[in-house]
């Protein structure tokens, strides 16, 4: 059975940074991207970064590119969200997922598992 554990949310001043962590168990994840979405209260799940299997392909929502970081290690089926510079606006649970297959897709349902999510919330 697959498991998606997130890790690493809290509360930050606007500007600080926050570092997320998922670790990913239950199957070899060969060929799967890995990736971010989140969810801010009233709103839809939104898609954040994803990373390829190999780590040497990412993809980003436009609006978060440059602030936010993806990367993976492999040898410990776990994937990072750096967040730099981080506003108000980022407060949401934000939740790890994975899919089989390439990176550039950001709809909720081109994903096969998902994490139970971490609060993120920024003080403005």
């Known amino acids: 059975q697959v498991q998606l554990v997130e890790s690493g949310g809290g509360l930050v001043q606007a500007g600080g940074s926050l570092r997320l962590s998922c670790a990913a168990s239950g199957r070899t994840f060969s060929n799967y991207a890995m990736g971010w979405f989140r969810q801010a209260p009233g709103k839809e799940r939104e898609f954040v970064a994803t990373?390829?299997?190999?780590?040497?392909?990412?993809f980003y929502a436009g609006s978060l590119k440059g602030r936010f970081t993806i990367s993976r290690d492999n040898a410990k089926n776990t994937v990072y969200l750096q967040m730099n510079s981080l506003k108000a606006e980022d407060t949401a649970v934000y939740y790890c997922?994975?899919?089989?297959?390439?990176?550039?897709?950001?709809?909720?349902?081109?994903?096969?598992?998902w994490g139970q999510g971490t609060q993120v919330t920024v003080s403005a």
């Open positions: 997922t994975t899919r089989r297959g390439g990176i550039y897709y950001t709809g909720k349902g081109d994903y096969e598992y």
């Open positions: 990373i390829s299997w190999t780590g040497g392909s990412t």
